[in-house]
């Protein structure tokens, strides 16, 4: 389980590098991407670096994402993990950050050797009083 922590923990330092070609190298060749931003699933090559550099692009630098309440299942070649991650970037044309906690499932196959992540789900849960807002302001 140290090897997969290990690649989770590594994925959120290279994030706030902005280094998109070592982010990707620890995805398998064809995986299914579910993320934040619409559509409901993320269309393409996922390891196509465009789409992340976009959205690198809507940041003044490079995001900061801190992963916590790791918890990794493991069975053979074939592993998951849970999380509850938070986002700290400042928008680009802002001058004050903002936080976002979210949810991430990640699947996992050690491929070659090396543990790639397969599938990547992350959340938001919304306000179930009909407004259906996001609720962007829970903390764990």
Same mark, same amino acid.
């Given at each position: 389980?140290?090897?997969?922590?290990?690649?989770?923990?590594?994925?959120?330092?290279?994030?706030?590098?902005?280094?998109?070609?070592?982010?990707?190298?620890?995805?398998?060749?064809?995986?299914?991407?579910?993320?934040?931003?619409?559509?409901?699933?993320?269309?393409? #090559? /996922? @390891?196509?670096?465009?789409?992340?550099?976009?959205?690198?692009?809507? +940041? &003044?630098?490079?995001? %900061?994402?801190?992963?916590?309440?790791?918890?990794?299942?493991?069975?053979?070649?074939?592993?998951?993990?849970?999380?509850?991650?938070?986002?700290?970037?400042?928008?680009?044309?802002?001058?004050?950050?903002?936080?976002?906690?979210?949810?991430?499932?990640?699947?996992?196959?050690?491929? #070659? /050797? @090396?543990?790639?992540?397969?599938?990547?789900?992350?959340?938001?849960? +919304? &306000?179930?009083?009909? %407004?259906?807002?996001?609720?962007?302001?829970?903390?764990?």
């Amino acid at each position: 389980m140290d090897e997969i922590r290990e690649v989770i923990e590594t994925k959120a330092a290279l994030l706030r590098k902005g280094d998109i070609q070592a982010i990707l190298s620890y995805y398998a060749p064809s995986y299914v991407e579910y993320t934040l931003a619409p559509p409901l699933q993320q269309p393409g #090559d /996922g @390891r196509d670096p465009a789409p992340l550099a976009a959205w690198f692009a809507t +940041f &003044e630098a490079p995001p %900061s994402r801190e992963v916590t309440r790791l918890e990794i299942t493991t069975d053979g070649d074939v592993a998951f993990a849970t999380s509850l991650d938070c986002l700290t970037a400042v928008p680009r044309g802002a001058t004050e950050s903002f936080t976002l906690w979210f949810r991430v499932t990640l699947g996992l196959r050690r491929i #070659d /050797g @090396r543990w790639l992540v397969t599938h990547e789900h992350e959340s938001v849960p +919304f &306000e179930m009083d009909g %407004s259906f807002r996001a609720s962007i302001g829970l903390t764990p």
